[in-house]
């Protein structure tokens, strides 16, 4: 099809024309920021007079923006005026008039949509640098290590201009240093390290120990990849746990059915059950009569665990194996998702799966989800590719509003339809014949995967037809900013996992402009449109020529996992592609379907964590009161009339008797969190008894946020009541807290909790077995 063929194509136009249309139309959860565009023409104006200023008189201006108030278009023309010209000349980048929209929009309190390539790092310099001149904290949120330290360099001699100061807290930096990177004027981190570093506050035993003070503006790069697709992310801070008892293992036996085909796996590769024969191979494994009675319950949910291992966590598609470690892959990014654990059991099991030495066991101390920590700032902007296609999600959960940008120049990328073919087979074999086409011709060609398996399949193929393709997925995520930088030149073919979050554009060499820029080929779609934006995304980066297209095909997961097809389509041509227009609206509306469901689980986890939230508010509340007023603490252990206050409220003894208090608070807390997750678990089964899972949870979690102060009081009491005189520590009192912590991150499990498998299970049933079936007479 021929580039007048493309545009002409209805299909084609409206994939152009649609993310357009909501650029320009008020629809929920957008804003028109064209409002702003007086003020933009203002700050030009300004930024022109501003030449004429030697670099002394612009740096007294700067000094001048200190009384910044951002809801004064006049102090924010003055303020975008100077930054721009301090830009030019510290950073020899001069803002675009697209860039000082966007900037001029999130000092506002909007989100913008940027398209990639559009220069979203100098956005962020200019926000920062104008919430912290109006006497903000700011914390810009990157979305990796690397990011955070690099646009802190490099944003620094801006923030020096203004008279701020900026650091980066990333990996490797101890307590120290940590306290004072956070003591800045700007932070740049990653949304984990400051949940991380929040978690490690609520250890700490004095006031003077804090590492991040109170959350106020936040700056969010990739907003809805932070927001979205992490949300649900528990960050876990755990200490040393107890062995567990030493029992026989499941795993072996587990292995050993696998020939013997004693399990079996639904249609969808989500849910895995042993069969009659497989029960009755454990109970003769294991010696046991009856596997299903109470005293054998942890041996069952243990081979179920090992089960499901076994025969669902595919390696290279769920996580990889390197340096002796089961490592994590992150689905919403491609790339290794460091300090990455998988619950109940779930890992060891992987790891005894995979033959390599089991993680010791961690006891959980505290959690909170990412978009806790979120939710945690005093305000919120942000900023993204696909934030448009997020905006619906972004008012509902945070009431943010999101506007579009236009890019700076206009956009030729050339979107292509997908070309939908029988098998995934034949879908390769196409792309693969439309790569070796497009790297003769001179063309860089980018090719999105949906795992690290499939990055490598894919580049053996291409390799088969002589086309040496260099692969960045999970394993060699290290090099990606090489990789990347590459992408775009003369020839060159990149076979990659997701590129959400990257921070690298691909940048065209001349030559490969004259061949026609960059193709990217996505090989089936993601559950989500929004990541096939930007992978999309990645041609077409300032007016470069490009073209994207994805090749589908009716095995891809996203299809087989959603959706049940009861017909065949009419047309079909000799290499397998599908001409039946209605199996495209079929492969939507699946993709939809899985949209749907991502979005019913981010909103049942939220309700269920909501009192948790709440409840950890109350206890930090506590907590902070003990540290900086022990006394009055302490004094409201004792009843009335007891001479214990007098004994453990001097300055002597006052310092030991906060930690035990601050110790059998915590230990609650734990336990109390531990309680809720148990619970969690089994609730769904209340559903059953005709009750709301929901509401008895809730019920539940009250009843024992009840009970904490008090038992905490109470072990505080007892503690100290039998306490020696001479005893100076925890230790003493025959108290230990961990010798060491660590933080981690809890993936969800791919194919969803216990619960989230009962409920689906409850709607197939009542539906019909299996997923949506779709047939046409």
Same mark, same amino acid.
């Given at each position: 099809m021929g580039r007048l063929e493309q545009l002409r194509d209805p299909s084609s136009w409206w994939r152009r024309s649609a993310r357009l249309v909501r650029r320009f139309r008020q629809e929920p959860g957008t804003a028109n920021l064209r409002r702003f565009d007086p003020l933009v023409g203002a700050v030009v104006r300004e930024r022109a007079a501003l030449r004429e200023l030697d670099d002394r008189a612009l740096s007294e201006r700067a000094g001048l923006t200190a009384e910044l108030k951002p809801a004064d278009d006049g102090d924010l023309v003055r303020f975008l005026a100077v930054a721009s010209e301090v830009a030019r000349r510290?950073?020899?980048?001069e803002p675009f008039e697209v860039q000082l929209l966007a900037a001029a929009s999130m000092l506002r309190g909007h989100v913008v949509d940027m398209e990639t390539g559009e220069g979203k790092t100098l956005v962020g310099f200019l926000v920062a640098a104008g919430l912290a001149v109006s006497g903000r904290r700011v914390h810009v949120l990157s979305a990796n290590d690397y990011l955070a330290g690099r646009d802190a360099r490099a944003g620094a001699p801006l923030f020096a201009a203004f008279g701020l100061s900026c650091a980066a807290v990333v990996d490797g930096l101890d307590d120290a240093d940590r306290r004072a990177a956070y003591g800045r004027d700007v932070v740049y981190a990653t949304v984990h390290q400051v949940g991380f570093d929040l978690l490690r506050d609520r250890q700490r035993i004095e006031d003077g120990q804090r590492l991040v003070p109170a959350l106020d503006a936040a700056v969010i790069d990739e907003i809805d990849a932070v /927001? &979205?697709?992490?949300?649900? #992310? $528990?960050? +876990?801070?755990?200490?040393?746990?107890? $062995?567990? $008892? !030493?029992?026989?293992?499941? @795993?072996? +036996? #587990?292995?050993?059915? #696998?020939a013997g085909a004693e399990y079996e796996v639904d249609g969808e590769r989500r849910n895995v059950s042993f069969t009659e024969a497989g029960i009755a191979a454990l109970e003769a494994h294991f010696g046991v009569a009856d596997l299903y009675a109470e005293e054998h319950v942890?041996?069952?949910?243990?081979?179920? +665990?090992? &089960?499901?291992?076994?025969?669902?966590?595919?390696?290279?598609v769920h996580y990889i194996v390197a340096g002796g470690r089961v490592r994590l892959i992150n689905d919403a990014r491609g790339r290794v998702a460091d300090r990455q654990r998988w619950p109940a059991g779930l890992h060891a099991a992987i790891e005894r799966k995979e033959g390599i030495e089991v993680t010791a066991p961690a006891e959980v101390l505290d959690q909170m989800l990412v978009e806790t920590v979120a939710r945690g700032y005093r305000s919120i902007t942000g900023m993204s590719g696909t934030a448009l296609d997020a905006s619906v999600r972004l008012a509902e959960d945070l009431d943010l509003r999101t506007g579009a940008v236009p890019t700076n120049r206009p956009g030729v990328r050339v979107d292509e339809p997908d070309r939908l073919y029988l098998t995934a087979g034949e879908r390769d074999a196409a792309a693969a014949e439309r790569v070796r086409a497009a790297h003769a011709a001179g063309r860089p060609v980018l090719i999105g995967t949906a795992s690290v398996a499939d990055s490598e399949r894919f580049a053996a193929l291409l390799a088969d037809r002589g086309v040496d393709a260099v692969v960045l997925n999970a394993k060699n995520d290290a090099a990606e900013a090489e990789i990347i930088a590459r992408a775009g030149e003369h020839a060159a073919v990149t076979v990659s996992t997701q590129m959400a979050g990257r921070g690298v554009d691909i940048r065209l060499a001349p030559r490969a402009v004259t061949a026609g820029g960059l193709l990217v080929l996505g090989l089936g779609r993601y559950d989500s449109a929004r990541l096939d934006h930007q992978l999309r995304g990645r041609a077409g980066r300032q007016g470069d020529p490009g073209s994207s297209a994805f090749y589908t095909s009716l095995d891809d997961d996203v299809v087989t996992e959603h959706l049940v097809i009861n017909m065949d389509p009419r047309t079909v041509d000799a290499d397998g592609r599908v001409r039946d227009k209605r199996f495209r609206q079929i492969y939507e509306h699946a993709q939809r379907i899985a949209e749907g469901k991502l979005l019913q689980l981010h909103r049942t986890t939220r309700r269920y964590h909501t009192a948790t939230d709440h409840h950890r508010r109350l206890l930090l509340d506590t907590r902070d009161r003990l540290l900086t007023d022990p006394a009055d603490y302490l004094t409201r252990v004792w009843p009335a009339g007891s001479d214990?206050?007098? *004994?453990?409220?001097?300055?002597?003894? *006052?310092? &030991?008797?906060? !930690?035990?208090? /601050?110790?059998? &608070?915590? *230990?609650a807390w734990t336990r109390h969190l531990n309680l809720l997750a148990e619970v969690r678990e089994g609730i769904h089964l209340r559903v059953l008894g005709r009750q709301d899972p929901l509401d008895e949870f809730n019920l539940i979690a009250a009843d024992d946020l009840r009970t904490l102060a008090h038992t905490?009081? @109470?072990?505080?009491?007892?503690?100290l009541d039998t306490a020696s005189d001479n005893a100076t520590t925890l230790a003493d009192l025959g108290l230990h807290r961990p010798s060491s912590t660590w933080t981690y991150m809890v993936s969800d499990n791919p194919f969803g909790s216990e619960a989230d498998r009962f409920f689906e299970f409850i709607g197939q049933a009542v539906r019909g077995s299996g $997923?949506?079936?779709i047939s046409y007479t």
């Open positions: 510290r950073l020899r980048l /927001l &979205l697709d992490d949300a649900l #992310v $528990p960050l +876990v801070i755990a200490g040393e746990g107890e $062995p567990p $008892p !030493e029992e026989a293992s499941p @795993a072996g +036996v #587990v292995t050993a059915m #696998v942890g041996l069952l949910t243990a081979a179920h +665990v090992a &089960l499901h291992a076994h025969a669902l966590m595919e390696r290279d214990q206050p007098q *004994r453990w409220t001097s300055p002597s003894r *006052r310092r &030991l008797a906060t !930690e035990v208090a /601050l110790y059998h &608070l915590d *230990r905490a009081a @109470a072990a505080t009491r007892q503690t $997923p949506p079936a």
